[in-house]
């Protein structure tokens, strides 16, 4: 093979290289780039909601108002009066300080007549029968404080399992199936929840206290991966097309 020949057949390998790397460098700075906006999107999700937890409780109808007009009312600390239905509670499969249960989820009944699912705290899962923990089903009027919370208006995921009302075990938190299965109709309970606070119960079951703010935030290490991978790749093309200049001239 002659020099001309290696030289065309080494350009013509160069602009292979090229044409199939620059679409590769192009699509790792895109994905870092927006691993960085997710980032600053977290980040001011985060700061949004410390500073929302922090504020004063608000009296229900205040969330209620809110929510009607489109407001976001997720970890709006709120207070409120009622009376439990500990006889319709429902229970979210859940696990607590490495611990598997239930989340209680008891509808309060308000002055207005109207239910508002509590999400009371944890319960071991040998606890889900509300017989093994009597001294927690406070009766009469209460006063509670806690954070407002939306509910998905779907299955978050197709991996999720579906809720199981005929045994009272809910996956998901649809608040529609959630108060049929209980005997109350939909325009009976309030479309949002609330998560009580720490305050301890009677027994001390259930835990309260169980809202998680803890958001995973990984974005800053997916955007260092992607423009590592994009540096390197553009450190392999200049040795590369250097190592080549060298042979030329060699």
């Known amino acids: ?15 292979l290289l090229l044409v199939f790397s620059i ?37 229900l109808e205040e969330v209620t108002r809110l929510y009607s007009q489109g407001a976001d009312i997720d970890y709006r600390p709120v207070r409120l009066a009622g009376s439990f239905r500990h006889d319709a509670e429902r229970h979210y499969l859940a696990t607590w300080h490495g611990q598997s249960g239930f989340f209680v989820h008891t509808p309060l ?26 001294e927690g089903q406070r009766a009469g009027q209460i006063e509670l404080g806690g954070l407002a919370r939306t509910a998905p208006q779907e ?30 109709a939909e325009t009976e309970v309030y479309p949002f929840y609330v998560d009580a606070n720490d305050s301890p119960n009677p027994g001390g079951l259930p835990v309260g206290g169980v809202t998680r703010i803890d958001l995973p935030n990984n974005h800053l290490q997916y955007a260092v991966t992607w ?5 390197a790749l553009v450190c392999v093309l200049v040795y590369w097309f250097a190592r080549g200049r060298r042979d030329d001239e060699a």
């Open 109 to 134: 009944r308000l002055t207005d007549g109207r239910y508002i699912f509590v999400n009371r705290g944890f319960v071991p899962y040998d606890r889900k029968d509300p017989a093994t923990r009597p």
């Open 227 to 231: 423009y590592g991978l994009a540096f």
């Open 23 to 59: 679409p590769v460098l192009v699509l790792l700075l895109v994905l870092g780039t927006w691993q960085v906006k997710r980032l600053q999107w977290k980040e001011a999700l985060i700061a949004r909601i410390e500073e929302r937890i922090a504020q004063e409780p608000v009296p």
């Open 155 to 184: 299955k978050p995921s197709f991996i999720v399992p579906d809720n199981d009302p005929a045994k009272n075990i809910f996956y998901w938190k649809d608040l529609d199936a959630m108060a049929s299965s209980a005997g109350l």
């Open 1 to 15: 093979m002659t020099t001309m020949t290696m030289h065309h057949s080494r350009r013509r390998g160069n602009l």
